[in-house]
């Protein structure tokens, strides 16, 4: 055979680099979404952590409750919250002065991530502060 008859292939030909180049772009289009959702996934429990933080601390500013009741509301950096109590029914209510007087304190953090509104609520049980007559102590 003749030199020119044994033709040697070196290299690539443009179809399998164009098949290459395609193979790499989906491997990549997956590698960024799947880090980008993951990201996401972060910055969400870190947002999510922070509401549950300020709902605790929000909480623990009173032991008690006044007779009254509780309702606040305020902003906290990215956060809107609102405390709202209402008497809980007990012995108390029931004409048992042995039992205290408990309040139903719900605390709501809402926020935004995107175009989607978060909220977590937290409730719990308080007792009624009891002031004794004639000092004129309010908190």
Same mark, same amino acid.
């Not at 179809?15 to 799947?34: D, P, R």
């Given at each position: 055979?003749?030199? #020119?008859? /044994?033709? /040697?292939?070196?290299?690539? #030909?443009?179809?399998?680099?164009?098949?290459?180049?395609?193979?790499?772009?989906?491997? @990549?289009?997956? @590698?960024?979404?799947? #880090?980008?959702?993951?990201?996401?996934?972060?910055?969400?429990?870190?947002?999510?952590?922070?509401?549950? %933080? @300020?709902?605790? #601390?929000?909480? %623990?500013? /009173?032991?008690?409750?006044?007779?009254?009741?509780?309702?606040?509301?305020?902003?906290?950096?990215?956060?809107?919250?609102?405390? *709202?109590?209402?008497?809980?029914?007990?012995?108390?209510?029931?004409?048992?002065?042995?039992?205290?007087?408990? *309040?139903?304190?719900?605390?709501?953090?809402?926020?935004?991530?995107?175009?989607?509104?978060? /909220?977590?609520?937290?409730?719990?049980?308080?007792?009624?502060?009891?002031?004794?007559?004639?000092?004129?102590?309010?908190?």
């Amino acid at each position: 055979m003749s030199r #020119s008859g /044994r033709w /040697r292939q070196r290299g690539l #030909s443009l179809l399998e680099l164009l098949v290459a180049f395609a193979i790499m772009a989906i491997a @990549l289009g997956m @590698l960024y979404k799947a #880090s980008g959702s993951s990201a996401r996934s972060v910055s969400e429990a870190a947002s999510y952590q922070r509401a549950m %933080s @300020l709902a605790e #601390s929000l909480l %623990s500013m /009173r032991d008690a409750v006044p007779a009254q009741g509780w309702n606040e509301t305020g902003q906290s950096a990215q956060f809107s919250w609102k405390i *709202h109590s209402q008497p809980y029914a007990t012995l108390a209510s029931q004409g048992n002065l042995a039992a205290p007087v408990l *309040h139903a304190v719900e605390v709501g953090v809402e926020w935004s991530e995107g175009t989607r509104l978060r /909220r977590i609520d937290l409730h719990t049980l308080r007792p009624q502060r009891n002031v004794p007559a004639g000092t004129g102590l309010q908190r």
